[in-house]
């Protein structure tokens, strides 16, 4: 068990600019989450997949933002046409989607994003 | 939107001292987990009670949860200087769209004087 393993952990970009974020959850979780955390909040839901199906959007999640998770197995987070405003921790948890009243669910180390 | 909402937002006590934290939410759920962030880190699992549970025990945590009020506790006993850090609970909850959904509080941040 390797844990939920995130890509670049850190990564400054330009404004305007696209970044892609990367999961690679824990192997059989089939459940896949993205949240975002700003200095001194909380994780906000982003989005949640069950295998390669997303289930939920967020609507924090504006257009600018897409996830995909193909073969329900690793997921990416991209931003298009970066804002100062997306500057934030990208949080990706997994879990297995075995049991009505749900299970642990998982964090990675996340990815810091900083806009300039 | 923010399910959770925790108390205190800061907590300060003496090594040795136990510390208790606390944690509302709105609506039914299925099961709430606690979890511990160190500053600029990810977030470390400690404990996860289903709502048919009243009381979990793990090493020096004890978590509570109590449905009919719409909440759970956290208590740390005999705290160390390495459990500062900030703890926040999150609840699994069914949606409107028939998904299983997990929001998590703001925080409660821990500072534990050696």
């Known amino acids: 068990d390797t844990g939920v393993s995130q890509d670049p952990r850190h990564k400054i970009t330009k404004r305007g600019q696209n970044v892609t974020f990367r999961c690679d959850p824990i192997?059989?979780?089939?459940?896949l989450y993205w949240y975002r955390q700003t200095l001194g909040q909380g994780p906000e839901f982003l989005t949640y997949?069950?295998?390669?199906?997303?289930?939920?959007k967020s609507r924090l999640l504006s257009d600018r933002f897409s996830a995909e998770r193909p073969k329900g197995s690793f997921s990416t987070l991209e931003i298009q046409r970066t804002e100062q405003g997306d500057s934030a921790m990208y949080l990706c948890a997994s879990s297995l989607g075995d049991r009505p009243s749900g299970n642990t669910i998982y964090f990675g180390e996340g990815s810091w994003l900083t806009v300039v | 939107s923010q399910q959770g909402e925790e108390d205190p937002q800061a907590l300060s006590i003496q090594e040795g001292e136990n510390a208790t934290m606390n944690c509302s939410y709105k609506t039914s759920i299925n099961n709430l987990q606690w979890y511990r962030q160190n500053s600029g880190r990810g977030l470390v699992h400690l404990i996860l009670?289903?709502?048919?549970?009243r009381e979990k025990h793990s090493g020096r945590l004890r978590v509570t949860l109590d449905t009919s009020k719409k909440s759970s506790s956290l208590l740390i006993t005999a705290s160390r200087a390495a459990d500062t850090a900030s703890y926040f609970c999150?609840?699994?909850?069914?949606?409107?769209?028939?998904?299983?959904?997990?929001?998590f509080g703001t925080g409660t941040k821990l500072q534990v004087i050696p």
């Open positions: 192997s059989e979780h089939n459940r």
């Open positions: 997949f069950q295998n390669e199906a997303q289930l939920e």
């Open positions: 009670i289903r709502s048919n549970e």
């Open positions: 999150a609840t699994d909850a069914w949606n409107s769209g028939g998904y299983q959904k997990v929001t």
